[in-house]
Each structure stands twice: as structure tokens, then as C-alpha cells.
């Protein structure tokens, strides 16, 4: 009986002999490593023209050197726990992929070590562009792209290194605190400062927003009380816990509330319904922050509604462009009244 022997699998020593070449810079090459060796655009692609010829199996890294570009697309989001990143999500998705781009996208929880990870993991698939949306220390993703040769844009935060889009918090947090003041004085028949509750001290879209709130406040005659102005992080159990600890050291509480976001809605609203200090009623609320379900509250809220689709117009035109000029972009958000 006749027996067939399995065809002898090729190797990177195979393929470094037919290309005359050594086997490491094979493995470079392949590994997409080759511009860091200094090793030959010509060499390189001889190596991977050979590889494919005797069908070794390229990765990733080794089959862009076929193209100019990988037209992949990448983008790191801090949180996927409200509408306002899930929206920017699919957006760009869908918006990359009107362009024949391919996206990739991964939640880095606010954790600027993992922020890194992601950046290069992503710029080892070879990505064209990289949009770091939200990012704790934005800067430091640019220069780690830049060694690259790959192009950052800064989205929701910005950096001061790259091309930014963000909201208009400033002229978002200046309307929804005079709408809610307003609203305060229409029912009460008294002005009286609002409660900030939420949000990170140190961030740029935060700041922006408590500086729109104090200014609300110094237009309408009113002096901001800075006890009330509490930046005690995103999470619900931070807003929960804050308003915990003002209760115990105050007889009465603010009878309106500037809310930096639905996730921190979550824990005021929570903490309302348990603690019973405002048995005659929910104070009127403004969320900096959008989401329908909110109108299940009532009528007593108003809402800042980030523009996403002209947010994500912004990022694609300034890819599109090719400009790397270090410009911030402000786009309006819609304030409405929810219910």
C-alpha cells in the first residue's frame, strides 16, 4: 500500500533562504516589526510576496505591507454604561464604515494604564487612525501614536497635542443652571444656590461645567455655595455617598440640583427615594446628560442632550481632511425639558 508523506510545512528559515535574507528579518517583517529593524521596504515586500507564494500564513501586521493603508479604524471609550458613549459607539461605526473603514473599539474604564494597553494593541493591527474618546491623559496616547506614525483625533476630552472635539460644556452648564435656578424661584418664590453633584475636579469638560454653573448663578443674583459644589467622581455610589454625608451635616438641603451626569443620577436618585429628606416633593433636577427614561421622573427635570452625530461629522472631517492642526472644535448640545 501506498503511502503519501504530509507535505513538509514552510518555514521562516524557508523563506529567509529563498529571499536571501536572514531569519530574523523574516520574523520581523512578518510581525510587522520591519520599520523598527530599518529593514527595506523593498526587502519587505520581496519577503511577504515570497511568503504568500509558498503559502505560509501571514498575520495581520504582515499582510498590510501589501497595501498602503490598513484602513482599519480605531477608538477607546471610557464607559459603555450610558447612552451618551453608547451612542458615539455605533455612530462611528456606522460612520467608518461609510468609508470603507473597518472600526475597533474597547472600553478602557477610565483607567489611564489600560488606556495605554489599548493604544498599543491597536497600533500593532496596524491602525490608520486612532480616536481616543474620553481618555484620562489624552497627550499621552498622541505621542505614543505619533512614534508610530499614526494619527490621534481627541474626542469628548481634549488634549493639547492632537485636534479635539468636545461639547460645549461651558455654554451647556450656563443654560441648564439658569433653567433650573428659574425653575427653582418660579415654584419656591425665592432664589437660593443649587447643588453640583458629580463629575471629576480634574477634567476639562467638568471644570468647564462648573464654571458655566457659577456664572448662571453670579447673572441671576445669586451666591454659589461652594459646600454645594461636589465633584465626587462619575460612579452612582459616589453621587450616593456625597449626598449622604451633606445630609448628615445640614438641616436642609437645596430644593434644585445640577446633575453632571446620568450615572450619577442613578446614585442621587437613589439616595432620594431612601433617605426621605424630600417627602414633599423631588427637587428640581438638571442632568448634564441625556436619556429618555428619565421622563419617567417627571416634570420636574431638564436635560443637556450631547450632539453626537455632529460631534462624530467633526472627527470625520477633520479625518477626511488630513489636518492634524491642533484646534479645538466646540460643538453646541441641545438643553431640553424632559416630560
Known amino acids: 500500500m501506498n503511502r503519501t508523506s504530509p507535505t513538509k510545512r514552510t518555514t521562516i528559515y ?16 512578518l510581525n510587522g516589526n520591519w520599520k523598527k529593524r530599518r529593514i527595506s521596504a523593498r526587502l519587505a515586500e520581496k519577503i511577504t510576496r515570497i511568503a504568500e507564494e509558498q503559502g505560509y500564513a501571514l498575520n ?6 501589501r497595501r498602503e493603508r490598513s484602513k482599519i479604524i480605531g477608538m ?22 461609510e468609508r470603507g ?4 473599539v474597547t472600553c478602557t474604564r477610565r483607567d489611564p494604564a489600560l488606556e495605554v494597553e489599548a493604544a498599543r494593541a491597536m497600533l500593532s493591527y496596524q491602525v490608520d487612525c486612532l480616536i481616543a474618546t474620553g481618555a484620562t ?3 499621552r496616547i498622541v505621542d505614543l501614536c505619533a512614534a508610530s506614525g499614526v494619527r490621534t483625533v481627541n474626542l469628548d476630552l481634549p488634549g493639547a497635542r492632537a485636534p479635539s472635539v468636545i461639547s460645549d460644556n461651558y455654554g451647556g452648564a450656563l443654560e441648564l443652571t439658569r433653567r433650573v435656578l428659574a425653575n427653582c424661584e418660579r415654584e419656591y418664590g425665592e432664589k437660593a444656590p443649587l447643588l453640583f453633584i458629580g463629575g471629576r475636579g480634574s477634567d476639562h469638560n467638568t471644570m468647564e461645567r462648573v464654571r458655566g454653573f457659577r456664572d448662571a448663578h453670579i447673572q441671576a443674583g445669586v451666591t454659589v455655595d461652594e459646600a454645594l459644589v461636589m465633584t465626587c467622581g462619575y460612579a452612582p455610589e459616589k453621587a450616593e455617598n456625597a449626598m449622604r454625608q451633606l445630609a448628615g451635616s445640614r438641616s436642609t438641603l437645596p430644593r434644585g440640583m445640577f446633575v453632571n451626569s446620568t450615572i450619577s443620577l442613578e446614585g442621587v436618585m437613589r439616595w432620594i427615594r431612601h433617605s426621605g429628606r424630600y417627602a414633599d416633593g423631588v427637587p428640581h433636577l438638571g442632568c448634564f446628560d441625556w436619556d429618555p427614561f428619565v421622563a419617567m421622573l417627571g416634570d420636574h427635570i431638564e436635560m443637556v442632550r450631547q450632539d453626537v452625530p455632529k460631534m462624530l461629522e467633526a472627527v470625520f472631517d477633520i479625518i477626511d481632511s488630513g489636518s ?13 425639558k424632559i416630560g
Do not use: C, H, W
Open 14 to 29: 524557508d523563506l529567509a533562504e529563498l529571499a536571501g535574507t536572514s531569519a530574523s528579518a523574516v520574523s520581523a517583517v
Open 60 to 65: 495581520m501586521q504582515a499582510s498590510v505591507l
Open 76 to 97: 477607546i471609550v471610557p464607559k459603555y454604561d450610558n447612552r451618551y458613549f453608547g451612542s458615539i459607539v455605533e455612530q462611528f461605526e456606522a460612520l467608518a464604515r
Open 101 to 104: 473603514l473597518f472600526p475597533i
Open 137 to 139: 491623559d489624552p497627550d
Open 324 to 336: 492634524t492642526e491642533r484646534t479645538v472644535v466646540k460643538v453646541p448640545p441641545i438643553v431640553e
